[in-house]
């Protein structure tokens, strides 16, 4: 039940620096933040998670839940604190960053909107079920000079911190099939090929 009385369907939009953010880390939860004066959604309620462009694209499903103050961190800034008592937050049940589906039937009125069951029904239904999971190898490799192998490390660690996914490729292949492999920057496929960016 949501506070606006029997269960209902949701579109969230998600702020750009967020969604940036969401697709470079993993997350649980989304929290819900802002709202424009009208109904809220309560917990249990579905949401499409929305990526507020022309069309809108859906780019995960979830559920609301009572965020209770312990969010997790934003990886953009470090300093954040947890939620306030009584916050919302959106638990994810499908993410689909790396395929948005567009939303030509939602008209947004805010960062919450209420959405007609039969819409939400139709545009989960395209973002479809989740893939089978498989096992991937995922590297990461930095020619580093240092006086030792334990300073190595340090400095391995220094250089990830501080540059991270927006600055480092990460090197991604099946377990079964290395010969496969790709490299992503700020979470999608990037060519290291530098006699192919010459073409």
Same mark, same amino acid.
């Given at each position: 039940?949501?506070?606006?009385?029997?269960?209902?369907?949701?579109?969230?939009?998600?702020?750009?620096?967020?969604?940036?953010?969401?697709?470079?880390?993993?997350?649980?939860?989304?929290?819900?933040?802002?709202?424009?004066?009208?109904?809220?959604?309560?917990?249990?309620?579905?949401?499409?998670?929305?990526?507020?462009?022309?069309?809108?694209?859906?780019?995960?499903?979830?559920?609301?839940?009572?965020?209770?103050?312990?969010?997790?961190?934003?990886?953009?800034?470090?300093?954040?604190? *947890? !939620?306030?008592?009584?916050?919302?937050?959106?638990?994810?049940?499908?993410?689909?960053? $790396? =395929?948005?589906? &567009? /939303?030509? %039937?939602?008209?947004?009125?805010?960062?919450?909107?209420?959405?007609?069951?039969?819409?939400?029904?139709?545009?989960?239904?395209?973002?479809? *079920? !989740?893939?089978?999971?498989?096992?991937?190898?995922?590297?990461?490799?930095?020619?580093? $000079? =240092?006086?030792? &192998? /334990?300073? %190595?490390?340090?400095?391995?660690?220094?250089?990830?911190?501080?540059?991270?996914?927006?600055?480092?490729?990460?090197?991604?292949?099946?377990?079964?099939?290395?010969?496969?492999?790709q490299a992503f920057v700020l979470g999608v496929e990037a060519?290291?090929?530098?006699?192919?960016?010459?073409?």
């Open positions: 039940m949501s506070a606006a009385g029997p269960a209902r369907t949701w579109a969230v939009v998600i702020p750009g620096e967020r969604y940036e953010a969401e697709r470079l880390f993993h997350h649980e939860t989304l929290e819900l933040t802002g709202g424009n004066g009208g109904p809220r959604p309560g917990p249990g309620d579905p949401v499409l998670v929305v990526r507020d462009e022309q069309p809108p694209l859906v780019v995960a499903l979830g559920r609301v839940v009572a965020a209770d103050g312990v969010r997790e961190r934003d990886p953009d800034d470090p300093q954040s604190e *947890p !939620a306030e008592p009584g916050a919302l937050a959106v638990t994810y049940t499908r993410q689909v960053f $790396e =395929a948005p589906v &567009p /939303a030509d %039937a939602l008209a947004l009125a805010g960062p919450v909107t209420p959405v007609d069951p039969a819409v939400y029904q139709e545009l989960a239904g395209r973002v479809g *079920p !989740a893939p089978e999971r498989r096992n991937y190898l995922v590297s990461l490799d930095l020619p580093i $000079e =240092a006086g030792s &192998p /334990a300073e %190595a490390v340090r400095l391995f660690w220094a250089y990830v911190q501080e540059l991270g996914p927006r600055e480092l490729p990460a090197f991604v292949a099946p377990s079964d099939d290395e010969l496969a492999m060519n290291q090929d530098p006699e192919e960016d010459e073409d």
